[in-house]
């Protein structure tokens, strides 16, 4: 994505204008799945209908045979490595003898047509051995990952406690749900190489993975952006590149692929479901004395980023109170399941639901308000986190939730059904309709974590062109839809005092941004931009701009920004400076709940959020909208149906995502308290608002009903079947 900046004046700290908003609106934007070049030829996947099964023999005669198909391919004709993986190389590009989940390619086929290359795969006859698939979590016995974090003397302090509340608690899967569907072009290059255009997080991890296979150096496979609608966490990981890629390297044409929508479903990876045990001990005033949690994720049948998430439920798996005693023991395994990975909220989500559901029980027993237990045992600047990890920026936590309470509650539900649950479509005219109000308090962590080595690149080049000051930004960091050409842009604009800008297109001929995750890229890509635009600057040598760039001709520098270092958790302990950065946010939820029915509404969200400097007013509140509705989604009807290892609903007709005739109005108070380790001070905001909404409507939900509630989604089952048998 381009941006020329002429019309967009404005820097750091005001809402320019995003250069890719008209083009949404209007339907123009060109998306990965728009892509088209002349003689290009379109791949499909075959994929395996069990979730685990040996292979005993593949025929691909029958699509061979199909007119107007142009090549076959199974596992045998991967010209390089044949496993993948973002943290362990155990995905195969094509199953090689078994199949670990519904869904795993098995073979690929290119052809004239997009329709032929799909009836051509369905030809392919493969000889099954099915065996029994493992799909309970508890039952698992190979382990991804377990990670403890042990501070202080729990079984001493457990007889101390004069309140004690437990629960167990369960997450269902959730999907990231992107509307565009995973699609790339992959380009034979006359050098022998490919160049692939791509809906992307992670050009150049991408690119990483991609060699190997293709069996090419690193600098034969040129990755560059397409139009990405949406990610969410789901593009990390590889889908359909490698594929288009080979087949095109075979063919020695471009070959398209795009992902109908159930195969999308089947070709990324989701939400790690959770189960989770908890018991809070405190004294009678509230005041927290231990914390036991048991944590299991189930990763499915391939690594992905499982290792990291467990590594953020554990470290972040008491929220952000303060806790002298604490047993956290966070597990992921392996299953027979859907893959999961990365989601926004990444591990905090799901802990996060199991410990603010246990504070309100807190509360409840101890006779305090939920947002007076959550004040008297906040986090602050200087607190300790469970690992150890010394709070080192401002963290107000007790000031957000006085902000948030003494917020005006909206008025009672009226008589138009448009405004009761279920709408005009439901019998109900209010008799069974019931009001609650919840909170919810989460804290996530921003940037990578454990050691990793995160870190951005940036190119800035200043020239005068047609007799004015111009400035190209060009990173490899994915614009996914969050708005970061746009915040390119304004960081120049500020550091140089130039009105023209372009951010050129993201591709691999420049050095690394990492990641569009972990609310990193403001951080790293951010502080990228500004240290290269301060190297430009410098070069000017005190002169303004346009007698500089006279005087010397275009000046360009590049330049890497790494935030301070972090350090992996101790396996044994969990003790360790993990994380670079964390962010709270806090909602207030009012829910109305047809109890008869089972239907539920959420009157409003409000939310305090501390970003620590504010880069961009409007995408910093959609960006907390964008969270809300997700944590909304996963609170009352996101869930991927998974039985005996099967999906059942790989479709937007039957996964349920927020509309805006779901999403309410929200209140929202933005602080800026600045993090003097970080580029302008800023926090990383995206994932935040996913963590606290999800409990906080849950909350209201159990406020309503008056019925426990310990797992999301709700269902209307659950609430409805309930008030029967009440």
């Known amino acids: 994505m381009t941006e020329t900046a002429s019309s967009l004046r404005l820097g750091v700290g005001e809402s320019a204008r995003r250069p890719d908003a008209v083009l949404k609106v209007t339907g123009e934007f060109a998306y990965a799945s728009d892509l088209w070049l002349e003689g290009m030829v379109w791949g499909a996947t075959l994929r395996s209908p069990h979730p685990s099964a040996w292979i005993r023999s593949i025929d691909v005669g029958p699509a061979l045979a199909v007119p107007g198909v142009r090549a076959v391919m199974t596992h045998e004709d991967v010209p390089g490595e044949k496993f993948y993986g973002l943290e362990c190389k155990d995905q195969p590009v094509l199953a090689v003898d078994q199949v ?24 392919i006859v493969v000889d099954y051995e099915v065996r029994e698939a493992v799909t309970d979590p508890r039952l698992a016995t190979e382990l991804v990952r377990h990670q403890p974090v042990r501070t202080g003397e729990v079984f001493e302090a457990a007889s101390e406690a004069q309140v004690v509340v437990s629960g167990e608690y369960e997450v269902g899967m959730q999907d990231q749900a992107f509307l565009g569907p995973e699609s790339g072009l992959a380009v034979p290059a006359e050098d022998g190489g490919v160049d692939l255009y791509i809906a992307t997080q992670w050009l150049h991890v991408d690119r990483d993975q991609l060699a190997p296979c293709l069996g090419l150096p690193p600098e034969k496979v040129r990755l560059t952006l397409a139009g990405v609608g949406g ?5 990390e990981d590889l889908s359909m590149q490698v594929h288009a890629c080979m087949l095109a390297l075979r063919l020695n044409r471009p070959v398209k692929i795009v992902y109908g929508r159930e195969e999308s479903f089947f070709g990324h990876v989701h939400r790690h479901p959770a189960r989770m045990r908890y018991e809070h001990g405190a004294t009678r005033d509230g005041r927290l004395v231990y914390v036991k949690a048991a944590i299991l994720l189930d990763g499915g049948a391939y690594c992905s980023s499982s290792p990291a998430v467990v590594g953020n439920a554990a470290s972040l798996g008491v929220g952000p109170y303060e806790v002298p005693n604490v047993l956290v023991e966070a597990t992921g395994v392996y299953t027979n399941n859907p893959p999961c990975g990365a989601m926004r909220g990444f591990g905090a989500v799901q802990a996060c639901y199991a410990y603010e559901s246990q504070m309100d029980r807190l509360a409840e027993a101890c006779g305090l308000s939920p947002v007076e237990i959550r004040r008297r045992n906040a986090v602050s600047q200087g607190s300790a986190l469970i690992t150890g990890q010394v709070i080192d920026s401002p963290a107000p936590l007790a000031d957000m939730l006085r902000e ?55 190119r800035v080049r200043a020239e005068l062109v047609n007799g004015e000051p111009h400035v190209t930004v060009h990173t490899a960091a994915a614009e996914v839809g969050q708005g970061l050409v746009t915040i390119q842009a304004q960081i120049a604009r500020t550091e140089l005092g130039v009105e023209h800008v372009t951010v050129a297109t993201a591709d691999t001929s420049v050095g690394s941004a990492g990641s569009s995750s972990a609310s990193r890229q403001s951080y790293v890509t951010g502080g990228a931009v500004k240290a290269a635009c301060e190297a430009v600057r410098e070069r000017f040598g005190g002169l303004p701009v346009r007698e500089a760039l006279e005087k010397f001709g275009p000046v360009e520098e590049t330049r890497e920004f790494r935030h301070r270092p972090t350090f992996p958790l101790d396996p044994l302990t969990g003790q360790g400076d993990s994380h670079t950065q964390l ?4 909602h207030r939820a009012v829910v109305d709940v047809d109890v008869e029915l089972g239907l539920v509404k959420v009157v409003e969200l409000a939310a305090v959020q501390d970003v620590g400097r504010i880069l961009n007013p409007q995408a910093l509140e959609g960006q907390i909208h964008g969270g809300s509705a997700q944590g909304l989604g996963l609170a009352l009807m996101e869930e991927i149906q998974v039985r005996d290892g099967r999906v059942l609903n790989p479709s937007f007709t039957d996964y349920l995502i927020p509309t805006i005739l779901d999403m309410p109005p929200m209140t929202m108070k933005i602080l800026e308290n600045p993090d003097p380790a970080a580029p302008y001070g800023l926090r990383g905001a995206g994932e935040p608002p996913t963590l606290s909404s999800t409990p906080a409507i849950a909350a209201a939900v159990r406020a309503a009903t008056g019925l426990r509630l310990t797992r999301v989604p709700i269902r209307p089952e659950d609430i409805a079947l309930a008030h029967i048998g009440g």
């Open 100 to 123: 670990r989940y519904q869904g795993e390619p098995v073979a690929l086929v290119a052809a004239d047509h997009p329709e032929t290359a799909r009836r051509a795969a369905d030809a």
């Open 404 to 458: 948030l309470e003494s917020f005006p509650l909206p008025p009672p539900a009226g008589d138009d059904l448009r405004g009761l649950p279920g709408g005009v479509s439901q019998t109900t005219h209010g008799e069974s309709v019931r009001r609650g109000v919840g909170y919810g308090v989460g804290i996530k962590n921003i940037c990578f974590s454990e050691g990793f080595d995160d870190y951005s690149t940036a």
């Open 231 to 235: 990610a969410f966490g789901a593009r």
């Open 583 to 586: 962010a709270l946010c806090v």
